[in-house]
């Protein structure tokens, strides 16, 4: 296993990075549009949606970016208003440099040079949610300061692909545009990047790292491998690159698990993916570290979050349906011989083609992850001198029995491999300080035939109050919106990594899969707890069990459990709830089950809690309720124990 700070960097140290890397002027990781074999070999049906998206672009009017739109950050919060129009303009770029390299036809050569002089002109590439690292504040940006933010560095890596691509048709729009992009993209990213050691990200100060440490190194690393001319300044940014992602490699869980959630896996997991493929690629397959386990681990970690479907183990600040690139997943499999990963990206590749069947996935403006789908994608050569296994795409996810990972503490079990039929467990122990941490501790769900039965809400669309000392006072932050007590009124705490979980076990058979953990420590002291040990078991085809058992240094004098559903609720019965089929968002319905419970232990409440949210109502739909078990005749100790069924 790699050693504290030093995997990349000690494997790889600068000397040995001079000889390993192909010069600029040999590196050519993808045919540029000039090279018409390779792009008229594209698929026709493939080819032909290009060009509809480039068409759409050149009829799109060009979003306006003012100043004021800058402010509404720093005035109201909003990061919306700003952010819509800001992608808009990336993303209309990316699919007219791409419809120009499939029909090499002249047509969007003006809009792409009217694009990125636009790009060029604006003042920051750097979102004003993150424009308050520059020594101003938040505001608006200062021009004398560049930010390297994950969106200036996105950015950078777009500009640096269009240069790549089109440099031949550019020069010819006028002698002064290519020079322009260099000089953004040198300006903005790469010295500020190579001078500067002080942007958290980098993992050089004393903050914690996240996915901002491989998603903008990815930029960096290929806006340097494309754009930076002067070979010294070239090899010696990609030595401080692997030195920063060692900075996020090293504490990262050993067991690959990603505690920001499977949507930030996308750009935490996956983006140092595109980093060791860029490595890769531009050493002609000479840096490569994919037989590393820890590496191994972080790539599998999107398979052993699937629950079914579009659905996923949503922890942290994620939604709950999530679609990962099918490229992405299905190559990361391939590089780390892991068959269930790659048979899950040829699965999600059949999905993207059954749901979309006139038109491939909007390639967005990530042109580092479109290309690499274009060409080395499933069916097609990967990078260096092996060909991709041919796996045939499968309608059938490899949804695996189940996982734990002990130093996230994470559990998911199902009743049966291979098959969303039945029942499915996930929970979780960890810190109350994590990255995207939500309050929650011992918090579960349960699915059944791949549908939500009991749920994590999520998080609401971002705002200036989400990273801000007031997180906590959002409702989808708190434990009692998870499915955990609530005492005396008092919630788990935050942020802190006190706050833990204790004494955690896992074990699992063929007939159950068992997840034990105490809670108290999650909680501060004025909910006066020496001890709450939990226990969920999925006891396979039959029911999920939860135990719960409690001990107050006093008795509490009001004790309540929360369980989050989108079902339809009847309470008619007593010790019995019964979840019956709703209907929620995208074409989506919940689960019906049954929750049984002893009436002499409880009372129960429902609250419908409407969502304004679009983010919520993505996967929701326009409400969700939270059920309520208050406890009754309360002791200094206690314990109760509650089964949830599937469709009864």
Not at 218 to 237: F, G, P, V
Not at 429 to 443: F, K, L, M, R, T
């Amino acid at each position: 296993m790699m050693n504290a700070k030093t995997f990349l960097s000690h494997i790889y140290p600068l000397p040995q990075l001079e000889t390993l890397l192909l010069p600029r002027a040999a590196w050519r990781p993808y045919p540029p549009a000039s090279s018409r074999d390779a792009w008229e070999s594209l698929p026709l049906e493939q080819r032909q949606e290009l060009i509809a998206l480039g068409q759409e672009a050149l009829n799109t009017p060009w979003p306006n970016l003012p100043a004021t739109l800058y402010l509404r950050f720093a005035r109201d919060g909003d990061r919306a208003a700003f952010e819509a129009p800001y992608f808009l303009r990336r993303s209309l770029l990316a699919h007219l440099v791409l419809a120009e390299c499939v029909e090499r036809q002249g047509r969007c050569l003006d809009a792409i040079a009217d694009a990125v002089w636009n790009i060029c002109e604006e003042s920051s590439w750097c979102l004003p949610a993150h424009i308050g690292a520059q020594k101003a504040g938040s505001g608006l940006p200062d021009t004398n300061e560049p930010i390297v933010d994950l969106f200036a560095a996105e950015t950078s890596a777009l500009l640096a692909w269009t240069h790549y691509l089109l440099a031949d048709r550019l020069g010819q729009i006028s002698p002064l545009l290519l020079p322009r992009m260099e000089g953004e993209i040198q300006g903005r990213i790469l010295t500020p990047a190579l001078e500067r050691d002080d942007f958290w990200w980098m993992g050089f100060t004393s903050r914690e790292v996240n996915n901002w440490n491989p998603w903008i190194n990815s930029n960096w690393l290929a806006s340097t491998l494309l754009i930076e001319t002067n070979e010294s300044r070239r090899i010696a940014s990609v030595a401080k690159i692997i030195r920063s992602l060692d900075r996020f490699i090293t504490p990262y869980p050993n067991d690959g698990g990603c505690d920001e959630g499977p949507s930030y896996w996308t750009r935490a997991g996956a983006s140092l993916y595109d980093c060791l493929e860029l490595l890769y690629s531009a050493s002609g397959g000479k840096i490569n570290v994919y037989h590393d386990p820890k590496i191994q681990n972080i790539g599998r970690f999107i398979s052993l979050a699937h629950i079914a479907g579009d659905y996923y183990v949503n922890f942290a600040d994620a939604p709950a349906l999530v679609s990962p690139d099918a490229a992405l997943v299905y190559g990361f499999g391939q590089r780390i011989g892991d068959d269930a990963m790659s048979a899950m990206g040829a699965w999600l590749e059949a999905r993207s083609s059954l749901d979309k069947p006139s038109r491939h996935k909007d390639p967005g403006h990530d042109l580092t992850r479109a290309l690499r789908s274009l060409f080395h994608g499933i069916g097609r050569r990967e990078l260096g001198d092996s060909p991709l296994a041919p796996i045939p795409c499968s309608h059938l996810a490899p949804l695996l029995r189940g996982a734990y990972l002990p130093d996230i503490q994470f559990f998911a079990a199902r009743d049966q491999a291979g098959n969303p039929a039945g029942l499915y467990l996930a929970a979780k122990g960890g810190h109350n300080a994590e990255s995207h941490n939500h309050n929650d501790v011992g918090h579960f769900i349960v699915y059944h035939d791949g549908n939500p039965l009991i749920i994590d809400v999520g998080v609401e669309t971002y705002t200036r109050k989400t990273f801000s000392p007031q997180r906590y006072e959002i409702w989808t932050m708190q434990s009692a919106y998870h499915s955990l007590p609530t005492i005396d009124g008092v919630m788990q705490q935050a942020p802190g990594r006190e706050f833990a979980a204790r004494d955690v076990i896992y074990s699992a058979d063929d007939e159950s899969a068992t997840f034990t953990l105490d809670l108290a420590a999650a909680y501060p002291p004025q909910a006066h707890l020496l001890s709450w040990k939990r226990k969920l078991c999925l006891q396979r085809g039959r029911q999920v069990e939860l135990t719960d058992i409690y001990e107050f240094i006093k008795a509490p004098s009001s004790l309540t459990l929360s369980l989050m559903t989108p079902c339809n609720i009847d309470l008619s019965t007593p010790g019995s709830v019964l979840l019956s089929e709703a209907a929620i968002a995208n074409g989506h319905v919940s689960a019906s089950g049954l929750i049984s419970y002893d009436p002499h232990h409880f009372t129960v409440t429902k609250e419908d809690i409407l969502i304004n949210d679009a983010q919520l109502r993505s996967s929701w739909g326009q409400r969700v309720t939270r059920i309520l078990f208050t406890a009754t005749n309360l002791g200094k100790k206690g314990h109760w124990i509650i089964q949830i069924k599937g469709e009864v």
